[in-house]
């Protein structure tokens, strides 16, 4: 662990032995070291990479204030994991007709603008989409858009139980004792990006209203006590039920897939699910604070967590060692080390090929921004924060669905 220090900051204590550190990432740091609500220090994780406003692999402790942009606008993005009775003898010979079933069942990826006829959405939406929406999240989203009709705007029942395009995505994976494990990635959708983009532009404008210049305007806050602070806080919380919800559903959907090409099978154990954009009240070295975690994973003590590889590399199941000096973090994934458009123009799709060989995923120009060459080294990451989780199983993608 590095501890970095800059004039008029907190320290910035990061887990980066072994792994990329980028000078702008490290920008990105010494500006939010610098805003007077952070407590302690701020934590960094072995997959930090430049993001918008904050960090992404940040662990973001503040006092009496929220950084909308610090949590982002994919608001409670995380994993679902759940272990099956199956083993690698119990596939069919053709993988791709599992995927195929898989794709039937949860819509991937977005397509027309996001219009009608955009593929990521549910088109005729499944009755028990409809019950969860109507029975858990409609009357508190009422609630929401009353106060905030420019929210109202948005797929709400439409894209619970969906996946996404970027980096979400479905994976059939194998552990080290053979046994088949059903790996998800997505989080609030259009809801949670609808309402993260809407407060973090009212963050903004409330610092030009108290006449607040930031050395970087994404790091516009709002205050405990504030105007828009309570509302966002209920909003924040309600996207974070939401993406929780969304993953669960698209479990639900994806066994009742998998039951109709795999022989029967039972979940063994219990199903991991954790946030790795969010925000939550803790208590730490003394104080109940506000921790955003950006692109990182609660890993207290005993908790159980997902560090997932890139398309062609090896995922983690871990155990959390509640290291304070962490908040109680590890990373949530291996991190980019380019973006997309650097990504698109370096590989092609024969190396996108080469990279995914054994893997039943797509392989065209569509996806050569998620190439796992644009990632870092998982193994390197997972080095780095050894004093953060144990490993408890390690998993190897043989199916990755990507919107």
Not at 2 to 31: C, H, M, R, S, T
Not at 90 to 102: M, N, T
Not at 110 to 124: F, L, S, Y
Not at 379 to 384: D, E, K, P, S, T
Request: proline share 4%; glycine share 8%.
């Amino acid at each position: 662990m590095q501890v970095i220090k800059y004039d008029n900051g907190v320290p910035i204590k990061a887990w980066v032995d072994g792994v990329e550190f980028e000078d702008q990432a490290k920008k990105q740091l010494e500006n939010l070291s610098k805003l007077p609500f952070i407590y302690k220090h701020i934590a960094v994780m072995p997959d930090v990479h430049l993001g918008k406003g904050s960090t992404i692999g940040s662990v973001v402790p503040t006092i009496n204030a929220i950084i909308p942009s610090s949590v982002s606008v994919d608001i409670g993005c995380g994993m679902t994991a759940a272990l099956t009775t199956l083993t690698s003898h119990d596939l069919p010979d053709s993988l791709g007709f599992v995927r195929a079933e898989i794709e039937k069942s949860v819509p991937f990826g977005r397509t027309d603008n996001g219009g009608k006829n955009d593929r990521g959405a549910w088109h005729d939406i499944p009755k028990d989409v409809i019950e969860i929406w109507n029975n858990e999240f409609s009357r508190d989203f009422e609630k929401i858009i009353t106060k905030y009709p420019d929210i109202k705007k948005v797929r709400t029942a439409e894209h619970l139980s969906t996946a996404g395009s970027g980096n979400h995505y479905e994976e059939i994976c194998i552990d080290e004792l053979d046994r088949i494990w059903i790996l998800l990635h997505t989080g609030s959708r259009g809801l949670g990006n609808k309402i993260g983009t809407h407060f973090i532009n009212l963050a903004k404008k409330e610092m030009e209203r108290w006449f607040i210049n930031l050395p970087d305007k994404d790091l516009a806050y709002l205050p405990e006590g504030s105007i828009y602070f309570d509302d966002y806080v209920e909003a924040l919380m309600f996207a974070q039920r939401f993406a929780k919800a969304n993953r669960k559903l698209i479990l639900s959907h994806t066994l009742n897939a998998l039951s109709k090409v795999l022989p029967p099978f039972q979940l063994l154990e219990e199903v991991i699910d954790c946030h790795h954009n969010y925000v939550e009240k803790e208590f730490h070295m003394g104080k109940s604070i506000y921790v955003t975690r950006k692109g990182a994973v609660r890993a207290q003590l005993g908790d159980m967590g997902i560090i997932p590889g890139s398309m062609g590399a090896k995922s983690f199941i871990v155990k959390g060692k509640g290291n304070p000096e962490s908040f109680n973090s590890c990373s949530h994934g291996a991190g980019r080390r380019m973006g997309r458009k650097e990504a698109e123009r370096r590989y092609t799709l024969e190396d996108q090929i080469k990279a995914t060989e054994g893997v039943e995923c797509r392989k065209d120009a569509g996806v050569i921004d998620e190439i796992p060459y644009a990632y870092k080294d998982i193994m390197q990451v997972m080095a780095a924060q050894a004093d953060l989780v144990d490993i408890v199983h390690e998993l190897k993608q043989i199916i990755c669905v990507k919107g």
